[in-house]
C-alpha cells in the first residue's frame, strides 16, 4: 500500500512530462531541443509507467508490435520528407522546394519539422524497445545450454 | 524530378527507405522477395551511375541543396563507382540466394528483421563509398557496421559461437570507428572542414602533431575495419559463424569498401606532400601486406572449417590489395582497384558455394566435403572453378588481378616483390587444393553425421552463384572492362594525389 504515493505521482507525472517532450518537439528549430531530446523525454513517461506498475501494463497500453510500426514510421516519415523534396524538383532534403515562393525560406522551416517529427518518433519507440528487452530479457541461459 | 541527376540520392534512398517497410511484411517469403526486387533496382542505379560518370566525369551532387564545402556533397567519381557497381551487384546476387540458405540458420522470427539489417547494411556501404565528406563517411560506417553486427548474431541458432563472435567483433570494430572519428576530429581541428576535397586543399603544406595524428588515426582506425594482418583478429570468427549468406556479401563488400575508404583518404586527402606518406607506404603497408599473405594463407592450410578458411584467405587477399597500393604508383593502385573487384566475385563465388553445402550438409567442417562430386556435382565445380580464380590461374579474374600486380612490383622496382606473390598464390594452391581433392577424388561418406543424399542445392541458389562463377570468367578473359576503369580511377586518383601520373 504504501506505494501509492508513488503510483499518484507517476498519474500526475505522466502528462506533464508528454507535454513537455512535444514542447521540446516541436520549439525545436527555435531553441535548443529536437526529435532526439523529444524521444527520450517522451519515452521517459512510459518507462516511468513501466517502474511503477510493473511492464506487462505498459505493453498493454503500447506493445512492443507497435513499436516496430512506429519507429518504421519515423524513418519513413524522415526518408519520405527526402524523397518529396526530390519529386517536387530539389535534391534530396532540399528543403526549400517546399515552399518555392517563400523570400525567407520558410521551407526550411516546414521541412526540418517534418525530419525532426520522424526523428521524435524513432527514437521515442527505439528507447522503449531497448527497455523493454532488456527489462523483459528471459533468465539466463543455462551452463548446459552452451 | 530529374531522374538522372537525383541518381547519386537514388542509390542511397532506395535501400534505406525499403529496409524499415521490411519489418512490418509478413513473415515468410515476402520480406526476402521485397529485399531482393530493392537490391536489384539499386544495382540498376549504381550501374546507371557508373555510366553516367565514365561518360561525362565527377557528379556532385548537394545534399539539401547546400554548397559544397557547408553541406554534405556525394562526389563520385571512377574508382567509388565502380565500387559501388560491386557492392550492389553483390547485393543483388546474394538476396535472392538468402532465402533458403538462410532459412534454416535463424530463428525465423527474425526473418523479417535480417532482411531488414541486409538492406541498412547495403545502404551503409553504399553511403560509405558514395559520399564526399568525412563525417558521413564515419556514420555510414556506422550504419553498416551495426547492421552487421546484428547480421552476425543471428548466427547464433546454428552455433551459440556467433554470440561471441558479434560481441567480439562489435568490440574491435567499434574500437576502429573511434580511432576513425577521433582522426577526423583532428584534421577538423586543423582544417576546419568536413569535405574531403576541400580537407585536401586546406592541409596542403600543413606540416603539425594535429595532421600527423589524425593520419595515424584514420589508417588505424580504418586499419581495423579493413582487417589489416595484425588487426584482422575479429574477422576469421565472424565470417565462420555468421549465417552463410550473410558471410558472402560481407566477405564480398565490408572489407572492400573498406579499402576503398583507405584509398580515398591516402590519395584524396593527405596526398604526398603530406610526411608520412611515404613511410606508410615503406614502413606499414608494404610489409604488413607481405607478411599478412604469407602468415594468413598458411594459417588457412591447417583450418578444419572451410568458411573458416576462406575467412583467412580473405586477410590474405587484403594483403594483395595494401601491397598494391604500398608501390604508389598507377600501376599498383590500379592493380588493388581490379583486385578489390575481382577478389569480391571469387569469394563471394566460394562462400555461395559454401552456403549449398551448409545447406544440404548442415555442416562447414571440411568433412562434410568428403566426396561432394558425387553428391553436389554443379556445387563443387562452382568451388572448383571459384577456386581456380583465387589461385590465380588464367581465364580467371584472379589471373588478372595477379598480373596487375606482377607487372605494377616490377614497374615499381620492387622485383621481389613479384616473387612473394606467387609463392604466396601456392599457399593458396595448398589451401584449396586440400578441398578441391576432398571433393573430388575421396568417396563420399558412408556413415556418421556428413552423409549426404545425392541432391543439389536449390535452383534459387545454383543459378546467383554461378552468376559470380560466370562473372569469375567472363572479366578473366574480358579484362579491358575493370582494367580500364581501374587504371582511369587510379589516374585521376594519383593526380589528385600530386604523384607521377
Redesign the interface.
Known amino acids: 500500500m504504501s506505494r501509492i504515493v508513488i503510483k499518484v505521482a507517476t498519474k500526475i507525472l505522466f502528462a506533464p512530462i508528454i507535454l513537455y517532450a512535444l514542447y521540446v518537439q516541436f520549439h525545436g528549430d527555435y531553441g535548443p531541443g529536437g526529435g532526439f531530446q523529444a524521444g527520450v523525454t517522451f519515452a521517459v513517461a512510459f518507462i516511468l509507467h513501466a517502474f511503477c506498475y510493473g511492464l506487462e501494463e505498459t505493453r498493454k497500453v503500447l506493445p512492443q508490435r507497435a513499436l516496430f510500426v512506429l519507429m518504421m514510421l519515423g524513418v519513413l516519415f524522415f526518408a519520405g520528407t527526402g524523397v518529396a523534396t526530390m519529386l517536387l524538383g530539389g535534391n534530396l532534403l532540399g528543403y526549400d522546394v517546399i515552399v518555392p515562393e517563400s523570400t525567407h525560406h520558410a521551407g526550411q522551416h516546414y521541412g526540418i519539422l517534418l525530419v525532426e517529427f520522424g526523428v521524435g518518433l524513432t527514437v521515442s519507440s527505439t528507447m522503449l524497445t531497448i527497455f523493454y528487452s532488456f527489462t523483459g530479457r528471459e533468465p539466463d541461459i543455462d551452463q548446459e545450454d552452451w | 524530378?530529374?531522374l538522372i541527376a537525383?541518381l547519386p540520392?537514388l542509390a542511397?534512398?532506395t535501400p534505406?527507405?525499403c529496409?524499415?517497410?521490411t519489418?512490418?511484411l509478413p513473415r515468410g517469403r515476402a520480406p526476402w522477395v521485397w529485399a531482393t526486387i530493392v537490391s536489384w533496382l539499386t544495382f540498376a542505379v549504381c550501374i546507371l551511375l557508373l555510366r553516367e560518370v565514365a561518360a561525362g566525369g565527377e557528379i556532385s551532387?548537394?545534399?539539401?541543396?547546400w554548397p559544397p564545402p557547408l553541406g554534405i556533397e556525394y562526389r563520385i567519381d571512377l574508382a567509388n563507382a565502380l565500387v559501388l557497381v560491386l557492392v550492389s551487384g553483390i547485393a543483388a546476387v546474394v538476396f535472392p540466394a538468402a532465402y533458403r540458405s538462410v532459412k534454416p540458420e535463424i530463428d525465423p522470427r527474425q526473418s523479417t528483421f535480417f532482411y531488414c539489417a541486409m538492406l541498412i547494411c547495403l545502404t551503409g556501404l553504399i553511403g560509405v563509398t558514395i559520399t564526399g565528406d568525412a563525417f558521413n563517411i564515419f556514420v555510414f560506417l556506422e550504419i553498416s557496421s551495426l547492421s552487421t553486427y546484428a547480421l552476425v548474431a543471428m548466427g547464433a541458432r546454428r552455433d551459440?559461437r556467433a554470440l561471441t563472435a558479434a560481441f567480439n567483433y562489435l568490440v574491435m570494430g567499434t574500437i576502429g570507428a573511434t580511432f576513425f572519428v577521433i582522426g577526423i576530429g583532428l584534421l577538423y581541428q586543423a582544417t576546419g572542414t568536413l569535405n574531403l576535397a576541400d580537407m585536401k586543399q586546406l592541409l596542403a603544406g600543413q606540416t603539425s602533431r594535429v595532421v600527423d595524428a589524425g593520419f595515424a588515426f584514420i589508417v588505424v582506425g580504418i586499419g581495423l575495419k579493413l582487417a589489416i594482418f595484425p588487426l584482422h583478429l575479429w574477422l576469421p570468427n565472424a565470417y565462420t559463424y555468421a549465417p552463410t549468406a550473410v558471410s558472402a556479401f560481407i566477405a564480398a563488400t565490408a572489407t572492400k569498401v573498406a579499402v576503398y575508404v583507405l584509398i580515398r583518404f591516402l590519395f584524396t586527402v593527405f596526398g604526398f606532400d603530406f610526411s608520412f606518406m611515404g613511410a606508410a607506404f615503406t614502413w606499414v603497408f608494404l610489409p604488413l601486406g607481405i607478411v599478412g599473405m604469407f602468415i594468413a594463407s598458411l594459417v588457412a592450410v591447417f583450418q578444419d572449417d572451410v568458411k573458416r578458411m576462406l575467412a583467412y584467405s580473405s586477410v590474405a587477399q587484403i594483403g594483395y590489395m595494401l601491397l598494391g597500393l604500398s608501390f604508389a604508383t598507377v600501376e599498383g593502385l590500379a592493380a588493388a582497384l581490379v583486385h578489390v573487384f575481382n577478389h569480391a566475385l571469387m569469394k563471394g563465388a566460394l562462400f555461395m558455394a559454401v552456403a549449398c553445402v551448409v545447406l544440404r550438409a548442415g555442416s562447414h567442417s571440411i568433412q562434410a566435403f568428403a566426396g561432394l562430386s558425387q553428391r553436389m556435382p554443379i556445387t563443387t565445380w562452382a568451388f572448383v572453378l571459384s577456386g581456380l580464380s583465387l589461385i590465380g590461374v588464367p581465364l580467371t579474374v584472379g589471373f588478372i588481378s595477379k598480373w596487375y600486380l606482377l607487372e605494377a612490383a616490377f614497374a615499381a622496382g620492387h622485383g621481389y616483390a613479384s616473387f612473394l606473390i606467387v609463392a604466396s598464390s601456392l599457399i593458396a594452391v595448398v589451401y584449396v587444393g586440400r578441398v578441391a581433392e576432398l571433393m573430388l577424388l575421396r568417396p563420399p561418406a558412408q556413415e556418421g553425421p556428413y552423409v549426404l543424399p545425392k541432391r543439389d542445392a536449390p535452383l534459387s541458389m545454383l543459378i546467383p552463384m554461378w552468376v559470380l562463377v560466370a562473372a569469375n570468367i567472363y572479366f578473366g578473359i574480358r579484362a579491358d572492362f575493370t582494367g580500364d576503369i581501374a587504371r582511369r580511377a587510379a589516374e585521376a586518383l594519383m593526380l589528385a594525389a600530386g604523384g607521377a601520373p
Open positions: 524530378m530529374n537525383q540520392a542511397i534512398i534505406l527507405i529496409a524499415p517497410i519489418i512490418v551532387y548537394h545534399l539539401g541543396d551459440r
